[in-house]
């Protein structure tokens, strides 16, 4: 089947082609090219896409303290610092892909063939292009930097925790402080 340009097809027939397979322009080139698999459906879910978590902006300490102290499975926080800052601690319930990775890890092209190498290597699936994630690192550059990688490619539904490690061990030692005076 011929790729076929959005602006020529219609609203019901985009909706049928985008089932079997969607269009998006080559990074190499200007023009369009066949998607297939997940991203097909993505790309029909997008006309629908519910943005109301996205809408809410950066993440908040206030915000993300709730989903890590009780784990749905639903968001997937991602830190995005190296190795050797990760020893020094993490938020509860996050993973690691470390920025250095990142552009390999999250690279759309290879998502059917490379699904399992990523899970095996950071030991949690890769989320799909729906899911929400919340990005972080030492103090919110990076996580910044990764969220605009992801959103770049597919990821739309992501989200950087601004204050990031360094606001988190903050917030954490001012909550123990309170605490410990009551």
Request: aromatic share 12%.
């Amino acid at each position: 089947m011929r790729p076929m340009h959005l602006a020529t097809v219609g609203v019901p027939r985009l909706f049928a082609h985008a089932v079997r397979t969607s269009v998006r322009p080559s990074v190499a080139t200007a023009h369009y090219v066949p998607v297939t698999g997940v991203r097909a459906f993505s790309f029909a879910r997008a006309c629908h896409r519910d943005t109301s978590w996205l809408d809410r902006g950066r993440m908040t300490y206030e915000e993300l303290k709730p989903y890590t102290e009780a784990p749905s499975g639903k968001i997937t926080v991602i830190d995005v610092r190296e190795p050797s800052e990760v020893a020094q601690g993490m938020i509860p319930a996050a993973v690691n892909v470390p920025l250095s990775e990142f552009g390999s890890a999250f690279n759309p092209d290879s998502y059917a063939e490379n699904a399992n190498d990523f899970e095996r290597k950071f030991s949690f699936p890769r989320p799909s292009f729906d899911d929400p994630i919340v990005f972080y690192c030492r103090s919110g550059k990076r996580s910044q930097q990764a969220l605009e990688t992801a959103r770049e490619r597919g990821w739309w539904n992501a989200r950087n925790y601004s204050g990031s490690w360094m606001d988190w061990v903050a917030q954490e030692k001012e909550k123990q402080s309170s605490e410990e005076d009551e």
